[in-house]
Nanobody, 121 residues
Framework: VQLQASGGGLVQAGGSLRVSCEAS????????MGWFRQAPGKEREFVSA???????TYADSVKGRFTISRDNAKNTVYLQMNSLKPEDTAVYYC????????????????WGQGTLVTVSS
């Protein structure tokens, strides 16, 4: 499975941005998809995930501001980010694993290359 993340950019605090991740080479509908992020000088952390059946989970830091969704017809997972804060600045990575969601990074088998989101104050 190959994952291609896109949609990052520069946005002002309080603004919105949607990042996307398109998958190829596998049966997308059978995979759980996750988003992780790594801020400068910090460890990569869990952001959100969606199961093959549409169940979702979020990190407390983004709950109520970010929404994950998937379009199986387009083999794509989205992360809609609203009310962005400077502390959301990071490289955002998408990842895939079979069926069920987890917040544990090492359990994801496939990773995209990341897309940079910069939130200015």
């Amino acid at each position: 499975v190959q994952l291609q993340a896109s949609g990052g950019g520069l946005v002002q605090a309080g603004g919105s941005l949607r990042v996307s991740c398109e998958a190829s080479g596998g049966t997308f509908s059978s995979y759980a998809m996750g988003w992780f992020r790594q801020a400068p000088g910090k460890e990569r952390e869990f952001v959100s995930a969606i199961s093959w059946s549409g169940g979702t989970t979020y990190a407390d830091s983004v709950k109520g501001r970010f929404t994950i969704s998937r379009d199986n017809a387009k083999n794509t997972v989205y992360l809609q980010m609203n009310s962005l804060k400077p502390e959301d600045t990071a490289v955002y990575y998408c990842a895939a694993r079979p069926r069920t969601i987890t917040t544990i990074q090492k359990l994801y088998e496939y990773w995209g290359q990341g897309t940079l989101v910069t939130v200015s104050s």
